[in-house]
């Protein structure tokens, strides 16, 4: 209970700082997503692994990190933790926050820029938060953090920049314009993962 109540808190705030830097329109949302996601690695990582990502959990379950049965206990937590903030997120600020590709950007290409970036968001995860070589180390946070904020800035405007099943759901849940899009926030993600749990196993040897 204590793994799942968890990964709900941490996809709860990570979604919460989304909507809200979103509908503020500040030009440095990116930073204050990726901030959120830093500190809540470091308040989750030692009780959940601070998955809070179903494409993550996908990736942990690829590598047998995680049972099919846990895998989905976490993605059930991820999903509801995320659609609480959005609609949190909605109630506090008036302003729903769509998620969709950009103006012009066809479906094809949004699943290829969220698989991009979904798998060097995975790969930064499986090589800095659980590789042996890595153990007891504390930068892992910052990595993760890292990596988001850059795949935010530079591809977020191509595909809507979810990265994250459970962001793309619970913003398509609470954006007030249904689901239209909220498969490429599925399919892009863990395709991607599941390509980084392939090439982490490569570079593991």
């Not at 700082?17 to 690695?41: E, F, K, Q």
């Not at 290829?112 to 890595?134: D, I, M, P, S």
């Amino acid at each position: 209970m204590a793994r799942l109540l968890t990964e709900a808190l941490g996809t709860f705030f990570l979604v919460l700082s989304i909507c809200l830097a979103t509908a503020s329109g500040n030009a440095l949302a990116p930073l204050a997503i990726g901030g959120t996601l830093m500190g809540m690695v470091y308040m989750g990582a030692h009780v959940s692994g601070a998955q809070y990502n179903p494409a993550v959990s996908l990736a942990l379950a690829i590598g047998g990190a995680l049972t099919p049965a846990e895998m989905l206990r976490y993605w059930a937590a991820q999903l509801a933790g995320g659609a609480a903030a959005a609609f949190t997120a909605l109630a506090i600020t008036g302003t729903p926050v769509p998620i969709h590709p950009g103006a012009g950007v066809t479906p094809v290409t949004a699943v290829l820029v969220e698989a991009l970036g979904t798998f060097a968001l995975v790969l930064v995860v499986l090589n800095v938060a659980t590789a042996k070589a890595n153990e007891g180390k504390e930068f892992y946070g910052l990595a993760i953090g890292m990596t988001v904020i850059g795949a935010a800035w530079t591809m977020g405007g191509i595909s809507g920049g979810a990265f994250n099943p459970a962001v793309g759901t619970a913003l398509s849940t609470a954006g007030g314009d249904g689901f239209s899009d909220a498969w490429i926030y599925w399919v892009g993600p863990l395709a991607g993962a599941a390509l980084a749990a392939m090439a982490y196993r490569v570079q593991q040897g």
